[in-house]
């Protein structure tokens, strides 16, 4: 099933894809168009993969890591489906980054790699941009890159991990105003899902909520304001996102 958090006449609801339209938890149908999209759950702590790609690490000129190379985002930084994501006017270089995000189910502590799966509640998408020109180098994003507000579009659809078949074999694409900018497959994860449950949880409690961004493909192109970028996976959903200057925001200078 196909799970969504959405505001609608003025409150929020969950829902659930019902043949092209969203069935609320009040039983009302609606219009995807009628609604606004929020993500599709509330996280509790958002870890993320840097260089878990091993086409990416080579784009960037680095050796693949030898072990996950992790850091923490806050929630301030996750919008919902058709939002609009922030570029600061000093930005030079903002690219987009298309990533799994696995969403884990119940509290997981020294998860072994063949029962990793068990604790997945499900999958969404994210798309995690950073600002390259805020960036102190690769093994460390500071907050500047990762942390910024609306800075991580996630959604639309939570689905249910029951649902994907092999979450370890799917397509990912980003299209930017309607042209294919990047296309990898989750197979080319240097970490794969169990691999990073593992990891994580042989030193810290994952609970209930806590979402895994499990890191991009290469492809990545700069984005401009105005620009419609698109984050899709197989299986998964498709990710409609809009980049938008200060004034939008109402912050000057």
Not at 212 to 223: A, F, K, M, R
Request: glycine content about 8%; hydrophobic content about 40%; overall charge negative.
């Amino acid at each position: 099933m196909r799970h969504a958090r959405v505001a609608y006449s003025g409150s929020i609801h969950h829902a659930i894809d019902w043949d092209g339209r969203l069935k609320l938890d009040d039983g009302r149908e609606v219009s995807e168009s009628d609604v606004v999209w929020l993500p599709p759950l509330q996280p509790r702590t958002i870890f993320a993969l840097g260089l878990n790609y091993a086409d990416h690490a080579r784009e960037l000129s680095f050796a693949a890591p030898a072990e996950p190379l992790v850091f923490l985002k806050g929630p301030n930084t996750l919008i919902g489906h058709r939002g609009h994501t922030r570029r600061p006017a000093d930005a030079a270089y903002m690219h987009y980054e298309c990533e799994l995000a696995v969403v884990i189910g119940r509290t997981a502590r020294a998860v072994k790699q063949e029962d990793a799966y068990d604790y997945v509640a499900g999958y969404t998408v994210a798309n995690d941009y950073a600002i390259r020109d805020y960036l102190e180098n690769y093994y460390r994003p500071n907050l500047r890159v990762k942390n910024r507000d609306t800075c991580t579009p996630i959604g639309p659809w939570l689905v249910d991990a029951g649902d994907v078949s092999d979450p370890m074999n799917l397509t990912l694409r980003t299209y930017v105003n309607g042209a294919l900018t990047q296309e990898g497959s989750t197979a080319d994860m240097i970490f794969g899902i169990p691999a990073l449950i593992e990891y994580l949880s042989s030193f810290m409690t994952l609970k209930q909520g806590d979402i895994i961004l499990t890191g991009t493909p290469e492809g990545l192109v700069n984005t401009e304001i105005g620009d419609e970028v698109v984050t899709e996976i197989e299986g998964i959903g498709r990710l409609v996102n809009t980049i938008a200057g200060d004034d939008v925001f109402h912050i000057r200078g």
